[in-house]
T-cell receptor, first 114, second 115 residues
């Protein structure tokens, strides 16, 4: 079945250090891939999206992600974490078997230590 | 563009009661989606509309759930005879056509608690 897997349920980093949130997808086709962020008691906000153009995608707030077809991965990175980055992050896919719906990963909770 | 609005933000109901949620999408968006998010999990797809037509329903959408989008604008999601397992955040999203490459705009959700 087509799916999106986030490899870590919880990531904890110190402020100012790099962030890496890992995501793999399973599909016979190249889907559209997104990263969304959800702060406590807030809605889902789109961070960035990959839609078969450039494989390195830059998003908001200094985040970026690289689509690697050979590894079926779409990891999210940020060079320097900020306290305001603490939130739940979802890797999301669309276009599996032509379907329009979004398929969410399980989420990664990012904690930033001062 | 005022974003996607959902009402109410919170709903507490007794088991067995019916509840209805409303979603107002971004006005020019043709597609409207409903998702459910339980604690510690990612959102799960429930159903989606293209204009007023309901094009897909998940098997998660039991016969106690019904969704409508009568005029292709706002949508309602009704749960009949609520159960404690229905407690979750219900999220609405909208997108323009074609949507796969443009992403989806989510509302802040309606949190349902069934007691």
């Amino acid at each position: 079945a087509q799916s999106v897997t986030q490899l870590d349920s919880h990531v904890s980093v110190s402020e100012g250090t790099p962030v890496l949130l890992r995501c793999n997808y399973s599909s016979s086709y190249s889907p559209s891939l997104f990263w969304y962020v959800q702060h406590p008691n807030k809605g889902l906000q789109l961070l960035l999206k990959y839609t078969s153009a450039a494989t390195l995608v830059k998003g908001i707030n200094g985040f970026e992600a690289e689509f690697k077809k050979s590894e079926t991965s779409f990891h999210l990175t940020k060079p320097s974490a900020h306290m305001s980055d603490a939130a739940e992050y979802f890797c999301v896919g669309s276009g599996f078997q032509g379907a329009q719906k979004l398929v969410f990963g399980q989420g990664t909770r990012l904690t930033i230590n001062p | 563009d005022t974003g996607v609005s959902q009402d109410p933000r919170h709903k507490i109901t007794k088991r067995g009661q019916n509840v209805t949620f409303r979603c107002d999408p971004i006005s020019e968006h043709n597609r409207l989606y409903w998702y459910r998010q339980t604690l510690g999990q990612g959102p799960e797809f429930l159903t989606y509309f293209q204009n007023e037509a309901q094009l897909e329903k998940s098997r998660l959408l039991s016969d106690r759930f019904s969704a409508e989008r009568p005029k292709g604008s706002f949508s309602t999601l009704e749960i009949q005879r609520t159960e404690q397992g229905d407690s979750a955040m219900y999220l609405c999203a909208s997108s323009p056509l074609p949507d796969r490459k443009k992403g989806y705009t989510f509302g802040s959700g309606t949190r349902l608690t069934v007691v």
